[in-house]
């Protein structure tokens, strides 16, 4: 059977969409193959994230911020799931992406944009949790053998989770 295949779509592609794709990977571990890209991608992956991964022995390697032109291009690996990650409450413009793919939005505030290295590795935790939760939850759905009405309501309930939310799990 072929991994569910996930894309995490953010602006930038270098931090909320690396976070999700890396950990997606190590704890999907072949029932799931994630990739990221970007709307206007940074072109590399913040160093922040790469800290936040490696601290908790999540691999690194290959990680990088790339266009996600790259997934609408011919010989493009099929997508089962398209996830956007952008902070649509700070006004961030989510990238759009046209396919036969389930698609639903996980929105989290942008860990790149606060200032300050103590501030920066505690946001890049606390947005690290959130998609850790996220993932799990993820994780835990039998995709497998979900209607893609019943995926798509799956998953659109799990972008719902919150920072605050997370906090009380």
């Known amino acids: 059977?072929?991994?569910?295949?996930?894309?995490?779509?953010?602006?930038?592609?270098?931090?909320?969409?690396?976070?999700?794709?890396?950990?997606?990977?190590?704890?999907?571990?072949?029932?799931?193959?994630?990739?990221?890209?970007?709307?206007?991608?940074?072109?590399?992956?913040?160093?922040?994230?790469?800290?936040?991964?490696?601290?908790?022995?999540?691999?690194?390697?290959?990680?990088?911020?790339?266009?996600?032109?790259?997934?609408?291009?011919?010989?493009?690996?099929?997508?089962?799931?398209?996830?956007?990650?952008c902070d649509?409450?700070?006004?961030?413009?989510?990238p759009v992406l046209f396919g036969d793919f389930v698609k639903t939005h996980w929105g989290q505030p942008d860990p790149a944009a606060v200032?300050?290295?103590s501030a920066a590795t505690e946001a890049f935790r606390r947005a690290h949790t959130l998609v850790l939760y996220r993932i799990t939850a993820l994780l835990n759905l039998p995709v497998e053998t979900m209607s893609r009405d019943e995926l798509k309501r799956a998953l659109d309930h799990i972008g719902t989770i919150t920072d605050a939310e997370e906090e009380d799990l």
């Open 1 to 85: 059977m072929n991994p569910c295949r996930v894309l995490f779509i953010c602006t930038g592609n270098s931090a909320r969409s690396i976070l999700s794709e890396a950990t997606l990977n190590h704890l999907g571990k072949g029932r799931f193959e994630a990739f990221s890209a970007g709307s206007q991608p940074t072109g590399c992956v913040n160093p922040y994230a790469i800290e936040e991964l490696k601290a908790l022995g999540i691999p690194t390697d290959g990680l990088s911020s790339k266009s996600w032109d790259r997934f609408t291009e011919e010989g493009a690996p099929p997508l089962d799931i398209v996830i956007t990650v």
């Open 88 to 94: 649509s409450a700070a006004s961030e413009t989510c």
């Open 115 to 117: 200032q300050g290295a």
